[in-house]
């Protein structure tokens, strides 16, 4: 609608017209809404120039009234509306916000920084609502924090979950097993992990800042260089190598830098450009059963596998599920996901690997890694699966894939526990056959 032009002989009649808006684009030549700033939520609509009523909020809407109601002609109109309106109170945070010491992105609505009380007048950063700021500051390193942000620089829960399944791939292993070798190969194990990890924040800081789920990582914060991160990531990965080397035997170390070089130089970048980072990702998860059966005799054996099967398959339903609730974040920090991309293949990728656990897990009595009791013992785990990641795929909904993703989150332990239990003992046979033999001969 354009401006109704009102004669020079009406510029001292004014009307407020009901609702108010109508009024104000009437006489817009008169009121300039875009030179009046109450709070910083103009919409885009008035910053290009058009004038909605959702690009007025009340506090604009009663200056503008007043302003008129105080005003006879339209030149004191003019000059009233030039004078800017109060200006709202600082939005402070709410009691229980979190209140932190440093942070370079300011992107909550309601984080405030501390000030130093010694350099400080009393005076405090406080955010105006939907506001972005970027706060440039001297980050110090808190000696006190080191071990809490090494910690996290690890993804201490990841790493510990890479080192129980080396321990599980340790213990299904057949042979002696030694408990020297097996702490070696797990704490050797932990460090090519936490280096790996190291490596993966460094390079992808720019986009852990942009999604909610990352932004909050010492990197992203400033809490930690990212020289700092790198040394840490050198040290681990040189020292765990060399460890698994010359403690454990070759073949242990070379598949632990061979997983760490797979995770950081191919699959950290392909999330970038490819959903086959999911099967690449997988892979990585895979690995860790093998460096345990590694370093328990030194050859990869088919029934090493077995294990690393379940590792890889069980990886689908369970970062697919949780995918499923980050695509916002995966999406605004553009990383090529299933479940962004392709998520009707996320949601049949879960169902399928879910019904792959079935077919790896009886598997294993056939490779005389277990008996056939796993094999039974295991089905409700599994098929209890595969009707949650079925139900994921028929609703497609925030409540079906977070019931798969805790579930997923029990059921590689207690799947892991049934499999130990039921190993079968190759020394335990040898002894039982030459008994047979014995006896028969007497």
């Known amino acids: 609608m354009p401006p109704i032009q009102i004669p020079s002989s009406k510029f001292n009649e004014l009307q407020l017209d009901e609702p108010p808006v109508l009024f104000i684009r009437k006489y817009e030549q008169f009121i300039d809404t875009k030179r009046l700033v109450v709070r910083d939520e103009l919409s885009d609509l008035e910053k290009n120039g058009t004038l909605t009523p959702s690009s007025l909020n009340s506090e604009k809407i009663q200056f503008i009234q007043s302003a008129v109601k105080t005003s006879h002609t339209f030149k004191q109109l003019t000059e009233a509306l030039k004078k800017q309106p109060r200006q709202p109170e600082a939005l402070h945070a709410p009691p229980t916000a979190v209140t932190t010491e440093k942070s370079v992105f300011v992107d909550s609505d309601f984080e405030v920084i501390k000030t130093d009380p010694a350099t400080s007048s009393g005076s405090r950063l406080s955010l105006a609502k939907f506001e972005t700021e970027l706060e440039w500051s001297s980050a110090k390193l808190d000696p006190s924090k080191l071990i809490s ?72 914060r400033g809490q930690v260089s990212s020289l700092h991160a790198a040394t840490f990531a050198a040290v681990l990965a040189g020292s765990s190598t060399a460890m698994l080397y010359t403690l454990v035997n070759p073949v242990t170390a070379a598949l632990s830098l061979f997983n760490l070089v797979l995770y950081t130089s191919v699959y950290t970048p392909m999330k970038r450009y490819s959903i086959l980072n999911t099967w690449v990702g997988s892979v990585v998860g895979a690995v860790p059963p093998l460096i345990g059966w590694t370093a328990a005799t030194g050859t990869l054996d088919p029934g090493a596998f077995i294990l690393a099967g379940v590792l890889f398959t069980w990886q689908f339903p369970h970062f697919n599920s949780l995918s499923w609730n980050l695509r916002p974040d995966y999406s605004r920090a553009g990383y090529r996901m299933m479940s962004v991309t392709h998520p009707d293949l996320c949601r049949r990728v879960a169902v399928r690997h879910s019904l792959g656990l079935i077919a790896v897990c009886t598997a294993a009595p056939l490779l005389e890694v277990t008996h056939w009791a796993f094999a039974l013992e295991s089905l409700p785990l599994n098929l209890y699966m595969v009707y949650l990641s079925w139900r994921f795929y028929r609703k497609a909904d925030s409540a079906s894939s977070r019931k798969l993703f805790r579930y997923t989150l029990i059921h590689l332990p207690l799947l892991m526990t049934l499999m130990i239990l039921g190993k079968k003992s190759k020394d335990k046979e040898k002894e039982g056959e030459s008994f047979a033999e014995d006896a028969s001969k007497q």
């Open 149 to 220: 942000h090494y910690l996290m620089l690890s993804k201490s829960r990841l790493t510990l979950l890479v080192c129980l399944t080396a321990g599980a791939g340790y213990g299904m292993a057949p042979g002696d097993l030694n408990m020297v070798t097996a702490i070696l190969a797990t704490g050797g194990t932990a460090m090519a992990s936490a280096a790996a990890n190291s490596i993966n924040q460094i390079i992808e800081v720019p986009f852990d800042s942009q999604m909610n789920r990352t932004k909050n990582r010492v990197l992203v």
